[in-house]
């Protein structure tokens, strides 16, 4: 059983994960996708180009995001049988949801921005783009409701046969846990977003071509990396925390490894925590901090993770880590989009070499920050795999055998390779020819 479910474990982590590469730049490029072709309609030439330009790179990341979404749909089933008889009358009501509604609309309006800016109005045109962008925040959310049921699961019963029942799907979408959680995912998707705009106009300005469109890219791009960046911080990361505080306390003192519970808890900065003699090791503290961030007052006591039984903690060095990669690198993002804030507002933007190349060198980090929070919301919330409901051992399909699994696992790491490959060709295809050769009707 145990090698069961590592490998079960290790196949949904990498396809989730590989997967998500590509909602992250749908859910960041789409509104400006809708800004430019807003700015068309009102006469931009330019726009009209840049417009059609992001839609492209859009259409790459959303088919690739299909392709790479459908087969984690299926390991509910084939994986996770156990898991889906139990509880998935409440899990697929907001997946069918995101299929029916999200997936659709974004879609068919999507087509409608590919192919047919000369056959539908201007006015139906443009709203296709709101639509498109419309579409990706409503994936996101019932994603994200879905998988905020599982981390502080309500308006369900227990049925008499032991099956997590339905009892309002108002209750399952109005969730509080899932409305902060999906706006600090949107602010991490809108970093992502603006650091990729920001990045390739960086690359045009630096190798000297299309230095029109690459200033417009660099000033869109930092002004959005700026505001998300901050808005990451406070008040969706704030909040966000506050819940885990409130609902999954092991989370936090995983988060931030604290072992000990303390009056006056301190902020670990840095440090490596060492389960053995359960400390961190060669720690970075601000005293206090943590009480403070967790309860509001510099004195409260925050519980440490021997307060719990041990079966209870969640894989602490991994939560940990992405914890502090995550933060590490936010702080990073608010620093890189001050800093570009300040030397636009001294016109001194496109001039800065030094940070041209921060901003190109800076494009793959925000999702690294993505994936990273994705691990400590999911690494953490372990040992449930619905929280304070059932465990994830009890999820796991036992007709199937560990090899199996570790089977179809090496098969998606060939093709997911191969479709790695194909995205970033024809990413960089679209790159080299820039938005100046685009060709609008």
Do not use: C
């Not at 409130?246 to 440090?271: N, R, T, V």
């Not at 403070?292 to 006591?301: E, I, K, P, V, W």
């Not at 992405?322 to 936010?330: E, Q, R």
């Not at 994936?371 to 619905?386: D, F, N, S, Y």
């Amino acid at each position: 059983m145990t090698d069961l479910l590592l490998a079960d474990r290790v196949q949904f982590a990498f396809t989730v994960m590989f997967h998500y590469l590509f909602p992250i730049g749908t859910m960041g490029l789409a509104p400006f996708i809708a800004w430019y072709t807003w700015r068309a309609s009102r006469g931009d030439a330019e726009a009209a180009k840049i417009a059609t330009f992001w839609t492209k790179i859009f259409a790459v990341n959303f088919a690739i995001g299909v392709v790479t979404g459908i087969p984690m749909e299926f390991q509910f089933g084939t994986n996770w049988a156990a898991f889906s008889a139990k509880a998935g009358s409440v899990v697929g009501q907001p997946l069918a949801m995101e299929g029916l509604f999200a997936f659709f609309l974004e879609s068919i309006f999507l087509g409608v921005l590919l192919y047919g800016r000369a056959t539908v109005s201007s006015r139906l045109y443009t709203l296709s783009a709101v639509m498109v962008w419309i579409g990706s925040l409503l994936s996101g959310f019932f994603i994200v409701a879905t998988d905020a049921w599982m981390q502080h699961p309500v308006g369900y019963r227990i049925a008499s046969d032991g099956r997590i029942e339905l009892s309002s799907l108002w209750l399952v979408l109005t969730n509080a846990y899932a409305w902060w959680q999906y706006a600090h995912v949107l602010a991490g998707a809108m970093i992502a977003g603006g650091a990729i705009v920001a990045g390739i106009g960086a690359y045009y300005v630096l190798s000297r071509r299309e230095d029109a469109y690459g200033k417009r890219f660099v000033r869109a791009g930092v002004m959005t990396l700026a505001v998300f960046s901050i808005i990451a911080i406070f008040p969706t990361g704030d909040r966000n925390s506050a819940d885990v505080t409130a609902y999954q306390p092991i989370k936090l003192a995983a988060m931030e490894g604290l072992f000990q519970s303390k009056d006056g808890a301190p902020l670990a900065i840095i440090g490596m925590p060492d389960l053995q003699h359960r400390m961190l090791i060669a720690p970075v503290f601000v005293p206090n901090v943590l009480s403070f961030l967790a309860y509001g007052s510099f004195t409260a006591n925050v519980r440490g993770l021997t307060a719990y039984a041990t079966e209870l903690w969640p894989p602490v060095e991994l939560t940990y880590y992405a914890y502090h990669v995550m933060v590490g690198l936010g702080t990073i993002f608010v620093g890189t989009g001050l800093l570009g804030l300040a030397l636009l507002w001294w016109k001194r933007l496109y001039s800065q070499r030094a940070m041209l190349w921060l901003l190109l060198l800076l494009m793959p980090f925000p999702y690294i920050a993505n994936e990273a929070g994705w691990v400590v919301t999911e690494v953490g919330r372990q040992p449930w795999i619905i929280y304070g409901l059932m465990r994830t051992a009890q999820g796991t399909s036992t007709t199937v055998a560990a090899g199996e699994t570790l089977f179809t696992l090496i098969g998606f790491m060939g093709m997911y390779f191969l479709l790695g490959l194909l995205f970033v060709f024809l990413v960089l295809r679209e790159i080299g020819i820039g938005p100046a050769h685009e060709v609008t009707p």
